[in-house]
């Protein structure tokens, strides 16, 4: 690693974000990190196209697909002359783009010796590494941050999702105090739509459904009875969840969007792994109450589901 003088020398930082849309956010505060503490320097960013739409007004991206092998990926980022890599994905994909980058600093995640080859190999992807057990998705690649700013404790801002003018005047067609997220990812271990909407019963008044275009049919058919508004806009989106007064979902990147408006969100988690899961991808800096959903449980998970949301309506007044 280079002395901390040789940082002001840096003019090109590449991220490596091969991931859906909820992680890519959570990805966001370490870009605006970069761009506070080293704002001269060129920052790309390697996505999926799911992704592009949050990086584009931070910095530059370069957009890959699924079939781009890590041979194409460390030729992007040698093209854009990175200097800095910062794998902040943890695919082996990712990993050996980074190594194939030529970068001099190549900073990435260090498994632990549970996973004793993938610990070994990625000696060899990075030259500096980090640990990032224990810690929040935003903390961990904030640690690559400070890694390459050889600082520790450097302030980890909010996710960065900001609609336009004109996303808050199409948003407010959609007004409401209570949103929900449509999705067959509720209809797991056993679940129903059924229970879905015995759910519904607990909550305070009958929400607005928010659902994504690939889930809109299966909303459609299954919810005839709420109103639907299908996102073909991210940031349109986040504007629409902003206007509520809280916000239900399973855990999707759809908690992401709405941790980055500052709405107040009821994420339900599956019980199995929750003590991994639920610290990593809780929703980031705003207020928020976690249901777990345990196979099995229906009438506990609708009445945990209620309280949740009581307590959340009755603090946003």
Not at 170 to 185: D, I, N
Not at 236 to 250: D, K, N, P, Q
Request: one cysteine or more.
């Amino acid at each position: 690693m280079p002395g901390p003088g040789s940082l002001a020398t840096l003019k090109r930082i590449a991220l490596v974000r091969l991931d859906a849309l909820g992680d890519t956010l959570l990805t966001t505060p370490a870009v605006a990190m970069l761009r506070r503490h080293l704002p001269e320097a060129e920052i790309l960013v390697l996505t999926h196209p799911a992704g592009s739409a949050v990086m584009r007004p931070l910095c530059q991206v370069a957009e890959v697909t699924p079939e781009c092998g890590w041979r194409e990926l460390g030729r992007k980022l040698r093209d854009f002359g990175a200097e800095a890599v910062l794998g902040c994905c943890e695919k082996r994909r990712a990993a050996l783009a980074t190594w194939a980058s030529g970068a001099r600093l190549r900073i990435g995640f260090e498994p632990n010796w549970t996973q004793p080859v993938k610990k070994l190999a990625s000696q060899v992807f990075f030259n500096a590494s980090v640990a990032g057990r224990g810690l929040h998705e935003a903390e961990r690649y904030a640690q690559l941050v400070e890694k390459l700013m050889q600082r520790t404790g450097l302030e980890v801002p909010p996710l960065q999702l900001e609609p336009r003018p004109e996303h808050y005047r199409a948003a407010a067609a959609w007004k409401s105090s209570l949103g929900l997220q449509l999705t067959p990812k509720w209809c797991r271990f056993g679940y129903t739509v059924q229970h879905l909407r015995q759910w519904l019963t607990a909550l305070p008044e009958k929400p607005l459904g928010l659902v994504g275009p690939a889930e809109e049919s299966w909303a459609r058919q299954h919810f005839p009875d709420l109103r639907l508004y299908c996102s073909h806009d991210l940031f349109e989106y986040a504007a629409v969840l902003e206007g509520l007064r809280v916000f239900v979902t399973i855990d999707t990147g759809a908690a992401h969007v709405a941790a980055a408006r500052r709405v107040p969100t009821v994420d339900v988690f599956p019980a199995e792994n929750a003590d991994f899961c639920v610290p990593r991808w809780r929703p980031w800096q705003c207020p928020h109450e976690i249901v777990l959903q345990p196979p099995g449980s229906a009438h506990s998970v609708g009445v945990a589901l209620g309280e949740a949301v009581g307590r959340l309506w009755n603090a946003a007044g």
